[in-house]
């Protein structure tokens, strides 16, 4: 399965992108303004309620709910409805909707890969 963020506004209150499952857009994402993932390639797997994304850092990132960026210096991705830069609302519902879709494909014992880039402008 593939999840794609692809990030279009970069402003001191947070980095705003739209993060795609499968080709649909799904809801928006915000990320802590200085302390974000680099774009690349980055696996994604379920430790206990949480989603854990991969990579070379010592606190291991989540994708996860929350209002906005600045408690998450450890390179998590919130997601949401786009408020206003750097703030999401609803973001517990749009959380547990990904969830539900990434477990239905971790139980077909398929990997999640999440793609961040940058738009081209």
């Known amino acids: ?3 794609n963020l692809i990030r279009y506004c970069y402003s001191r209150w947070g980095i705003m992108g739209v993060l795609f ?4 857009a799904v809801c928006h994402s915000c990320e802590h303004p200085k302390y974000f993932l680099s ?20 606190k ?11 408690s998450f210096t450890d390179g998590s991705i919130i997601v949401g409805k786009y ?8 973001s517990q519902a749009s959380y547990t909707a990904i969830f539900k879709r990434i477990l239905w494909y971790l139980n077909k014992k ?7 880039q940058d738009k081209k402008s």
């Open 21 to 24: 499952i499968e080709g649909f």
């Open 39 to 58: 774009s690349g390639k980055y696996k994604l797997e379920k430790e206990g309620g949480e989603l854990r994304i991969l990579s070379t850092r010592k």
């Open 60 to 70: 291991r990132p989540t994708l996860c709910a929350g209002n906005g960026p600045f």
């Open 1 to 3: 399965m593939e999840i």
């Open 110 to 116: 398929e990997s999640i890969t999440l793609t961040i």
């Open 83 to 90: 408020l206003t830069s750097g703030v999401l609302v609803h």
